[in-house]
């Protein structure tokens, strides 16, 4: 398999990441099909795109007829198997719990084509807890997009022991086209890449303000201006 023949996304949840994850993979021309338990959380996802797509028009980031393509590539079912039998690629964004993600790898990996590359989003589940749950453990690995995923370029590709060197090229490539930044951490390491760095600077800056070095709103200031942190430490 390559990267020209992953066609349809699908992205498991409608949350804080799932919705946005869906909307950016459309734009980039991706038919995407997202899938919730919550219809609440599908018609906020739904109703969300339309709002979205005509701020990018009348900023003029988006063209009408991008917004209308974007817009067509787009759907949302409350039905798993509606949602996954014709993906190349699924995307799992659903509640950090390990059972409920167990459960549900193991339903999509009895739903979607044996090509499909099975992705968690999680940030503290590693995909090696899961992928055990699939008879197809080399093509499951964390892509861990960031929060707001409609603007924040790095995704961390991580690549567990179990996850097949042709899984992790994908992955990156996938990110590529999705005008992403991706890292490959090819060790699961607790964290991944860049939680680690900012829980460093984040227990630097508590030792500095505990040990009377300067005030919060310097170490802020600091983070802020002279690292491009854009909240602080
Ligand atoms: N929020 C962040 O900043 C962030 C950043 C990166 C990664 N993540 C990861 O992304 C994942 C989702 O986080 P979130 O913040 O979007 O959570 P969220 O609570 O906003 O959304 C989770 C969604 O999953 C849905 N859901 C629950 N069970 C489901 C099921 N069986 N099938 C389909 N949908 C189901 C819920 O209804 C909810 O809409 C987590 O694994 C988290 O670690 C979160």
């Known amino acids: 398999m390559n990267i020209d023949d992953i066609k349809n996304i699908s992205v498991i949840g409608a949350g804080n990441m799932g919705h946005q994850i869906s909307l950016h993979c459309a734009i980039k021309g991706y038919n995407v099909t997202c899938t919730d338990v919550s219809e609440k959380m599908l018609k906020?996802?739904?109703?969300?795109?339309?709002?979205?797509?005509?701020?990018?028009?009348?900023?003029?980031?988006?063209?009408?007829d991008q917004a209308r393509e974007a817009r067509a590539r787009i759907c949302f079912t409350p039905d798993l198997e509606t949602a996954v039998k014709d993906a190349d690629f699924v995307i799992e964004a659903v509640l950090e719990v390990l059972d409920l993600k167990l459960k549900l790898f193991a339903d999509i990996d009895k739903m979607a084509p044996p090509h499909a590359i099975l992705a968690t989003n999680s940030s503290a589940i590693v995909s090696s807890k899961i992928a055990d749950a699939t008879d197809r453990p080399e093509k499951v690995l964390n892509v861990h997009f960031f929060n707001p995923a409609l603007v924040m370029k790095l995704v961390e590709v991580v690549q567990g022991p179990h996850v097949s060197d042709e899984t992790a090229r994908i992955a990156m490539a996938l990110c590529d086209r999705l005008?992403?930044?991706?890292?490959?951490?090819k060790k699961e390491v607790s964290g991944f890449l860049l939680n680690r760095i900012f829980k460093v600077i984040g227990m630097e800056a508590q030792w500095?303000?505990?040990m009377g070095v300067a005030s919060v709103e310097d170490i802020d200031k600091a983070c802020v201006y002279g690292a491009g942190h854009p909240m602080g430490p």
């Not at 906020?44 to 709002?51: L, N």
């Open 208 to 210: 500095m303000l505990e």
């Open 179 to 185: 005008d992403k930044v991706s890292v490959h951490v």
């Open 44 to 64: 906020k996802a739904d109703d969300f795109v339309d709002t979205y797509l005509a701020g990018r028009v009348e900023k003029g980031k988006l063209t009408q």
